[in-house]
């Protein structure tokens, strides 16, 4: 007993304040999931023919310019307060909500790659999946995915591959659901900057390499290609499918809100801290947004995070989120949506590349 209350005497501060916050938190926190319920209760979501109708996601108010997110508390601690700080304050208190469709894509046979940023492909591994952690696994995927990909992009290579995420088993990251957001910022060198100071596990792997930033610092052009797909399940994906925007629909430079994290998540097993300057979006009302309904493990999804070109303004990018289907079982067991995700830069060579291709009698991948 004693020793208890002498805790509670050093640490009287800390307990507090995070008592406060707790409790500030929880406020928030119900009465957000009570506006979301109670706008579900009114108006849910409706399915026809595939097509999710009028579901609630929340987007970033007019007005806010960024929005702030460093975790979830764990424990009475400096960084603790912090997360809960930008959780209450700096964003869910600059959400609102805005009901979206997510279209069926397998219904649209006119959806052009080129033209809205993403695409599904049929493919099925050559090892076992149940051993996708493997190193080795992993970098075989790599490869298969290389040519699907390239023959999308004439003209570009392969600059370098980031680390592979799993999502939806015990151990492994959960599904992002209903957050619309983008990777990585559409203007490259403001996300730059705000990593500038980092020395997190991928800024040390895109330094590694110096042939690798040369390639991009000398490039035309480059693209950030998003990999997703569902491994280890029984089923189609029922409950979490990744839903997609016509990047057509995205404004790059009116709808993307600075999303700025330093967070962790689960990288290969192992719980890693990154700081990152994604996107969180702002709702208009000509944003279409699709997804393909029951998509199995024999499929693959490709994607655009990210788009640059020298002297032009670019910004070209599918905005993304998994949301909760309302149509997903709820009488009898299946397998909730198990993924893997990853992402390639691919870039257009300079001319001082393209002519050392030449010289040396090297050709690029896809050179007739």
Not at 71 to 97: E, H, Q, T, V, W
Not at 108 to 121: M, Q, S, V
Not at 218 to 231: H, N, S
């Amino acid at each position: 007993m004693g020793s208890i209350s002498n805790f509670c005497n050093e640490n009287k501060t800390q307990l507090i304040i995070g008592g406060v916050t707790i409790l500030c938190l929880g406020g928030l926190m119900k009465r957000f999931y009570e506006s979301k319920n109670k706008h579900s209760k009114d108006d849910k979501p409706t399915v026809i023919d595939g097509d999710v109708l009028s579901y609630p996601l929340y987007h970033v108010k007019p007005g806010v310019d960024a929005i702030y997110y460093s975790g979830l508390p764990d424990g009475f601690n400096f960084a603790s307060c912090r997360a809960i700080y930008d959780l209450i304050f700096r964003l869910m208190n600059r959400l609102k909500m805005e009901k979206v469709d997510f279209l069926d894509a397998r219904r649209r046979k006119d959806l052009d790659f080129e033209k809205t940023g993403f695409t599904l492909l049929p493919y099925k591994e050559s090892f076992d999946t149940n051993e996708f952690h493997l190193k080795e696994n992993q970098e075989k995927f790599e490869k298969d995915m290389e040519p699907l990909i390239l023959k999308h992009f004439p003209g570009a290579k392969i600059n370098q591959w980031y680390s592979s995420l799993f999502r939806g088993d015990e151990g492994q990251n959960p599904a992002a659901v209903d957050g619309p957001h983008l990777d990585s910022f559409p203007d490259v060198e403001k996300a730059h900057a705000f990593r500038a100071s980092c020395n997190d596990k991928y800024m040390k792997e895109s330094n590694s390499d110096e042939n690798v930033k040369t390639q991009l610092e000398k490039a035309k052009a480059f693209k950030m290609i998003g990999v997703w797909k569902p491994i280890n399940m029984k089923n189609p994906v029922m409950d979490h499918p990744l839903a997609l925007m016509d990047q057509r629909t995205f404004r790059p430079w009116e709808d993307a809100v600075e999303f700025r994290q330093e967070m962790s998540h689960i990288d290969q097993g192992e719980k890693v801290w990154f700081k990152n300057l994604g996107g969180h979006i702002r709702y208009h009302e000509d944003q279409k947004w699709y997804y393909y309904s029951n998509m199995t493990t024999e499929e693959v999804l490709i994607f655009t995070h990210l788009s640059w070109k020298k002297s032009i303004t670019d910004g070209k990018a599918n905005p993304h989120t998994s949301f909760k289907h309302p149509n997903a079982p709820k009488d009898r067991d299946f397998d909730t949506r198990k993924s893997i995700e990853s992402r390639v830069m691919i870039y257009w060579p300079g001319d001082e590349e393209e002519n050392e291709d030449k010289i040396g009698g090297v050709r690029g991948e896809h050179e007739e």
